[in-house]
C-alpha cells in the first residue's frame, strides 16, 4: 500500500510500504531518529484500519515502539506529541491497554522437582530467588510510583495429529515436541502467553513474557523477565542496557509476540534449541551506529545460571520444540540416560543454573544496509568448567558460533541462520566427551492479502568424541517444514503446519530400536490475540 508522510516544513512523500511488518520497521526506523514521527504513526493507524494482526503488529510494538516512545519525547523539531491523546485517537489501545497498579503481584509458584543433594536445594534456591526478584521487582515499584503497563498476548487453541515416536519431551528419541502417548490420533493443544511491559520513564522499562499452558511440566512458567536502559538517541547513535533474564540475540524466527515466530508454528531446530536450553541471566549492552542508508550494532553480554547448557543436545540431539523452556521449567532427558545411570527414575535438567560461579560471554555484531537486508553473527561461551558439579548435575563447556541473513526477493522473506560449536563434560580423571554439532536452516516466506505461506529447510548433526575408547552415536538428520495461516480479522489467525522429520541416532541403536526414524507431525491452531 502507498502512503504519503507528510512532515512539516518538507513535501509529501511516497513510501511504499509493501506488505511486511519487520521490513517496513527496517525501512523506517532511519526515519524515527530522524523526528520523522509522523511517518511511524501512520504505519501503525494504516496497519491497524487494514486488518494486520497483533501478530505482525507486535514487531512494531517491541521495536517500533521504544523508537517512537523515544522520539515524541524530544523537542529537537520544535513540536512534542502527547503519547495518551494520540493512543486515543489512533486506537493504539487495541494491542496494548494502560492501566495502574497499586499493589504487587505475585507471579510464578515454586516449582516441585526431583530429590536434591543439600548444595542442589541452595543453588536451586538461589535462582529461584533471582527469577522472582526479575519478576516482581517492577510490580513492587508500582505501589510506591505512577508507572504505565502494557499488556498485549494471544490464546492457542487447537489440535496435533503427533508422531509415532515417542517426544523427547516424554523421555524417547523423537524430534518433535508431540507423540509418545501409544496413539497417532488428535490430540489437543493450547496455551495462553501474554507479553508485559512497565514503563517507568521514557529510558527506563521493564519486560516479561509470562505463559499458561496446562500440559507442560511448569503449567505456568516466565521465559523472559528484565529490565532495559535506553537512553534517549543521537542521530547516529543508539545504546541500550538489559539486565535480567532474556534470550540472547540469536533468533531471526522468534520476533513475534511471546517469543514465537510470525512464519510457523514450530521454529527451526536452532531456534527451538535456543528456546529449551539457552538464557541470558546477567547483563547485556547494545551499542548501534546509524548512517544514512543502514546501521552497524555490537551486542556484549556476561551472565551466569547457563552452566548445564548442552546438555540436551549431547543426551537428545536436536529437536523441533513449538513452546521453549521457562525458567521455571525442567526438561526431561531420554529415559535411555537413566537407565545408563543405573536407576530407572526420569532425569530431568535444570538448565538454568549456576555450578561453578565463572560467568560466561558472548559477543556479536550485525550491519543492516536497507532494500539488501541484515547480518549477524555471534559468538557464546558459557565458560562452565566440566570437571565442576553439584550433586549428579555437571558444568558443560559450550562455546558455538551463530549467523544469521535475512534478506528479500522481491515480496519473499528469505531467512537463513547456521550454528556450530561443541559442548564437553569431564566427569571423572582426565575422561573427557565432547559433542560437536551442527546446523542450518533456509527459510522462505509470503504475504498476499490476509495469508501467508512459509516453506524451511532444516538440516543438523552432531558427533561424539570420547578422550578414552571408541567414538560415540552420532546423529544427523533433515527437517522439511510447511505452514500457512490466514487472518480473517484482527484478532484471530488460523494456522496449519506440517513438519517431516527424519533423522539417524546411534543412541537408539543402544537403546534397541531402528536408528533411522521418519516422523510427521500436523498442527492446526487457532490463534486469538489480545
Known amino acids: 500500500m502507498d502512503v504519503a508522510a507528510h512532515r512539516k516544513g518538507a513535501g509529501a512523500r511516497k513510501i511504499d510500504f509493501d506488505r511486511l511488518a519487520r521490513r517496513l520497521l527496517r525501512r523506517i526506523e532511519r526515519h524515527v531518529f530522524r523526528i520523522d514521527i509522523d511517518l511511524v504513526e501512520e504505519f501503525i493507524l494504516v496497519g491497524k484500519q487494514n486488518r494486520v494482526a497483533p501478530g505482525d503488529r507486535d514487531v512494531a510494538d517491541r521495536e517500533g515502539a521504544p523508537f517512537l516512545d523515544d522520539s515524541v519525547h524530544r523537542d529537537s523539531a520544535g513540536k512534542t506529541h502527547d503519547k495518551h491523546e494520540q493512543e486515543k485517537n489512533d486506537g493504539l489501545a487495541d494491542t496494548a491497554y494502560q492501566f495502574r497498579r497499586d499493589r504487587t503481584q505475585s507471579l510464578g509458584k515454586q516449582r516441585l522437582g526431583r530429590a536434591h543433594s543439600g548444595s542442589m536445594r541452595l543453588m536451586s534456591l538461589r535462582a529461584t530467588w533471582l527469577f522472582g526478584v526479575i519478576a516482581l521487582a517492577p510490580m513492587a515499584a508500582a505501589a510506591a510510583e505512577d508507572i504505565s503497563v502494557f499488556v498485549n498476548g494471544f490464546v492457542d487453541v487447537g489440535g496435533v495429529v503427533p508422531s509415532h515416536e515417542t517426544s523427547w519431551l516424554r523421555g524417547g528419541l523423537g524430534k518433535l515436541d508431540n507423540g509418545g502417548d501409544g496413539r497417532q490420533g488428535p490430540a489437543f493443544v493450547g496455551q495462553g502467553m501474554a507479553d508485559l511491559r512497565v514503563k517507568f520513564d521514557p529510558a527506563v522499562s521493564f519486560f516479561a513474557t509470562l505463559r499458561l499452558a496446562p500440559d507442560q511440566q511448569a503449567p505456568f512458567d516466565i521465559l523472559e523477565a528484565y ?86 543436545l549431547a543426551d537428545r540431539g536436536w529437536a523441533f520444540d513449538s513452546r521453549p523452556i521457562g525458567l521455571l521449567g525442567e526438561p526431561r532427558r531420554p529415559d535411555f540416560v537413566s537407565r545408563q545411570n543405573g536407576n530407572g527414575l526420569a532425569l530431568r535438567e535444570e538448565p538454568f ?178
Open 353 to 530: 543454573k549456576e555450578i561453578d560461579g565463572r560467568p560466561g560471554w558472548y559477543v556479536g555484531g550485525s550491519l543492516r544496509q536497507d532494500e539488501l537486508g541484515r547480518l549477524s553473527a555471534l559468538y557464546y561461551d558459557n565458560r562452565a568448567d566440566p570437571a565442576a558439579h553439584i550433586g549428579s548435575d555437571f558444568g558443560w563447556r559450550t562455546r558455538f558460533a551463530s549467523l544469521g541473513l535475512e534478506t528479500y526477493l522481491g515480496d519473499v522473506v528469505i531467512l537463513s541462520q547456521a550454528m556450530f560449536g561443541n559442548t564437553d563434560i569431564q566427569p571423572f580423571g582426565n575422561f573427557h566427551a565432547t559433542t560437536d554439532f551442527q546446523s542450518v536452516y533456509l527459510l522462505a516466506g509470503y504475504y498476499f492479502d490476509e495469508f501467508r505461506i512459509a516453506g524451511r529447510v532444516d538440516l543438523f548433526a552432531t558427533q561424539l568424541h570420547r578422550s578414552v575408547g571408541m567414538r560415540g552415536p552420532g546423529e544427523n538428520g533433515r527437517a522439511f517444514t510447511l505452514s500457512g495461516s490466514w487472518t480473517p480479522a484482527r484478532w484471530l489467525r488460523l494456522s496449519t503446519e506440517l513438519l517431516q522429520v527424519d533423522s539417524y541416532r546411534g543412541q537408539r541403536m543402544a537403546a534397541g530400536n531402528n536408528p533411522n526414524a521418519s516422523e510427521l507431525q500436523v498442527q492446526f491452531v487457532g490463534r486469538i490475540f489480545f
Open 227 to 312: 529490565g532495559r536502559y535506553q537512553p534517549i538517541s543521537t542521530r547516529d547513535w543508539l545504546l541500550s542496557i538489559k539486565l535480567g533474564a532474556f534470550f540472547p540475540p540469536i533468533s531471526l524466527e522468534n520476533e513475534s509476540v511471546g517469543w514465537t515466530s510470525p512464519w510457523t508454528l514450530t521454529p527451526s531446530a536452532i531456534n527451538s534449541w535456543v528456546g529449551d536450553e539457552l538464557r541470558t541471566v546477567g547483563a547485556e549492552t547494545n551499542l548501534e551506529w546509524r548512517y544514512q542508508t543502514g546501521a552497524l550494532g555490537l551486542t556484549g553480554a556476561a551472565y551466569g545460571f547457563n552452566d548445564p547448557t548442552g546438555t540436551l
